[in-house]
Structure formats: C-alpha cells, structure tokens
C-alpha cells in the first residue's frame, strides 16, 4: 500500500506530464506511466499552471524528486546527467560526513567504556557463607554414621 504523500506526488507528476512535448513524453517507459496512474490519488486535485515554475506552484517535494528523476533519466543530455549524478554523489557524501560527525564511533564506545567502568567500580557483594546450627552438624554427622555401615 502506498502512502498518500505518494499518492498525491504521482497525481501532481501526472499533470505537469501534461504540458511537456509529445516528443519528451515519448522518451518516459510506458510501465513508469501506468506505475503513476496506478498508484495516484484519483481524488486529488492539483492544477498545473506552465507559466509559472515549480516553485512558485503548490507542488509537493515528492513531485519534484520525482520530476528530477525524470529529468536525469530520459530528458539530460548526457553532460548534464554526469552534473547531476556527481553533485547527486557529493550531496551523499557530504550528508554521510555530517553522520559520521553526530553519531563518532570514537565518542560512543568513550561513553561506552566509562560505564563499563563505573559499573566496575561498583561495591561487589561478597557470597555470605551458610552455616549449620549446633544442633544440625549433630545431626548430620550421626546420619553420615549410619550410612557408612
């Protein structure tokens, strides 16, 4: 089941695929086309205006990501695909450097070995000794006797 943010993503794609050259339409594989049709919100009401941009629309993130793809895929040349798959992988690694950062490893297993320590230094219980009352020894020792013979 797909979300409603999709859903209204792909119903919003839909309608800007309205307004572009037969030609660029062409180039998009049939099956992406009944994928978006498929899994739209038929409810869903969105009016493209091709005079203003996307910006300046309604038009949700998710449109546009997938506006983008788009774009890259079937629509650039191929200069401009190799710009946008290399400002694609500096975004990434810029994104997985700022991870590295919040979450260090070095700082984690710190905190990590700090409580190891403090739980070392815990008071450790010694194991209290069980011992038999007068009565019990007495006992005992004259059941070990009538065993043994």
């Known amino acids: 089941m797909i979300s409603l943010e999709y859903a209204n993503a792909y119903s919003e794609?839909?309608?800007?695929?309205?307004?572009?050259?037969k030609e660029?339409?062409?180039?998009?594989?049939?099956?992406?086309?009944e994928l978006f049709k498929l899994n739209s919100n038929k409810e869903y009401e969105f009016t493209y205006n091709p005079k203003k941009t996307l910006d300046e629309q309604?038009?949700?993130k998710r449109a546009k990501a997938?506006?983008?793809?788009?774009?890259?895929?079937?629509?650039?040349?191929?200069?401009?695909?190799?710009?946008?798959i290399k400002k694609q992988r500096n975004d990434r690694l810029i994104l997985e450097e700022q991870k590295k950062s919040l979450y260090n490893i070095d700082n984690i297993l710190k905190k990590q070995n700090v409580c190891s320590e403090v739980e070392t230094k815990k008071e450790v219980t010694e194991m209290v000794v069980y011992k038999e009352n007068f009565i019990a020894r007495v006992f005992n020792k004259i059941k070990k006797i009538f065993k043994i013979k």
């Open 58 to 60: 309604n038009v949700s």
């Open 24 to 33: 660029d339409y062409g180039k998009i594989p049939i099956n992406k086309i």
């Open 13 to 21: 794609v839909l309608e800007i695929l309205k307004f572009i050259s």
């Open 66 to 84: 997938i506006i983008g793809i788009l774009f890259r895929d079937y629509w650039a040349t191929e200069v401009q695909r190799e710009k946008i």
